[in-house]
């Protein structure tokens, strides 16, 4: 029995034995089971912990390049504002004299960082490749700018109908008043018949709008109209008058065999193609001689054919003329050079051939026949401020001047017109007429808004703190 007890007791204990070992052998490979759980979610955490890092440091990183960039940036501009407010301080010390208040005349005054005096016969900018169809509707008044508002940077003179009397080496000379010039710019540009360009008695704005009223009146009380003149102003008054008023009779006499002779002869073409369609007589390759006045009509005679005309209202568009009389009557004429017509000759820096501070430029200059027109006088007038700003700093070696293309858009009635680009014509029809309208609302309000200035007139305050 004591025998049996105690194998009973070993197996007990065995089985005991057994089951503690199993359990604690479950037990362990769960402790090691969860801590393996741990040692990823710790090898989790950490690399989470790492990305976070990297990202914080990138973002930093980028953070403090930018600030750098800024920085740089910031400093940058500023010795560049401050350059170019020292350059304008050193431009401001100077005296330019601009003679002249069209195109070329009023784009210079307006440009140029100097000591700018605008001296003018009129007290107004009048935008002229609209005058033709004012000259019909009588609505001159959106055609005009006081140069007050033109050119508010320059000190603007009204010298009226007194020509320049005189132009000597450093001094303008007006009847009465003497200007100092460090450098000067002729922009006189040129005469035609009125109300093509304003009159002597037309000085001042509200005069020449009356002018217009009277011209539209006229026009519209007469029955048959002669336009002597086949150029651009010839044409477009022309169509804008049969435009206008279908049932009269419109002559347009030229002594050329053509329309537009200066101008592609595809343009002349189709100008004189939709002249006659609109009812316009062309009179072409003729002198007309005047055979006086019968009642109210004025009679014409065409001095090759022998043919007569007779006409209540009649324009001249032709017979332009430089107004460059200025100077002949001193000692200005040895800083002057004129060719045969009139012309003042330049050099291929558009400068007097005579004198190296004297830019002359515009309608009243020599050059070819083509290029008298405004888009032209502009490009000369940003050439002129650049060689002048250039001077000012002391650059003495200026580039040539270069015309370019000649464009030039011909309105032949509201809904018609031509665009010539150098040799080619390159639009006819119905947009001619809105690009030149819409052009010509540009020009205007563009004078009349000066935050376009902003730069210059950043630099111009900034100038006085850096002299």
């Known amino acids: 029995g004591t025998r049996r007890m105690r194998a009973r007791r070993r197996g007990r204990t065995g089985r ?24 990823q979610r710790n090898v989790g955490m950490v690399r989470k912990t790492r990305r976070t890092n990297v990202r914080t440091q990138a973002v930093a990183t980028q953070t403090w390049n930018l600030a750098v960039l800024t920085s740089v940036v910031a400093v940058a501009t500023w010795k560049a504002v401050e350059s170019y407010g020292r350059k304008v301080a050193e431009r401001k010390k100077k005296r330019v004299v601009v003679v002249g208040s069209g195109f070329a005349g009023v784009r210079v005054a307006r440009r140029l960082q100097s000591d700018v005096t605008l001296l003018a016969k009129r007290d107004y900018f009048e935008f002229t490749p609209g005058v033709a169809h004012a000259m019909v509707d009588g609505t001159h008044k959106q055609l005009t700018m006081k140069l007050e508002k033109a050119v508010p940077n320059a000190n603007v003179e009204i010298i009226g109908n007194n020509d320049v009397v005189d132009v000597e080496d450093g001094y303008v000379h007006v009847q009465g008043k003497t200007f100092a010039y460090d450098y000067l710019v002729l922009a006189t540009g040129s005469t035609y018949t009125p109300p093509l360009k304003p009159s002597k008695i037309e000085e001042r704005i509200h005069v020449r709008e009356r002018a217009f009223r009277i011209c539209a009146e006229a026009l519209k009380d007469a029955s048959n109209v002669l336009v002597i003149g086949g150029g651009v102003a010839g044409v477009e008054l022309a169509a804008s008058f049969v435009s206008r008023y279908p049932q009269k009779k419109v002559y347009l006499a030229d002594e050329h065999d053509r329309l537009l002779y200066k101008l592609p002869r595809e343009a002349s073409i189709y100008a ?19 055979r006086g006045m019968n009642g109210r009509t004025k009679g014409f005679e065409c001095t090759t054919s022998g043919d007569t005309i007779e006409v209540e209202t009649v324009f001249f568009c032709s017979g332009k003329k430089p107004n460059s009389e200025f100077g002949k009557l001193g000692p200005g004429e040895t800083l002057l050079e004129w060719n045969e017509k009139g012309y003042i000759r330049v050099n291929e820096c558009l400068q007097s051939t005579r004198s190296g501070r004297i830019f002359v430029l515009g309608d009243v200059r020599e050059k070819q026949e083509r290029e008298y027109i405004a888009g032209q006088a502009e490009r000369e007038a940003d050439y002129v401020v650049k060689c002048i700003h250039r001077m000012l700093d002391g650059k003495e070696e200026l580039p ?40 010509e609302r540009w020009t205007i309000w563009f004078l009349a808004k000066r935050y376009f200035d902003f730069h210059r007139r950043m630099a111009v305050r900034l100038a006085p703190a850096l002299a």
């Open 272 to 290: 004189e193609k939709r002249l006659r369609e609109k009812g316009v007589h062309l009179v072409l390759g003729e002198r007309i001689k005047s």
């Open 400 to 439: 040539p001047f270069r015309p370019g293309a000649v464009r030039l858009s011909v309105a032949l009635g509201p809904s018609d017109g031509l665009m010539v680009n150098g040799d080619r014509l390159v639009a006819r029809g119905m947009i001619v007429p809105l690009v030149k309208q819409v052009i």
């Open 16 to 39: 005991e034995s057994s089951g503690a070992w199993e359990r604690n052998k479950e037990d362990a490979c769960k402790e090691k089971r969860s801590h393996g759980k741990g040692i």
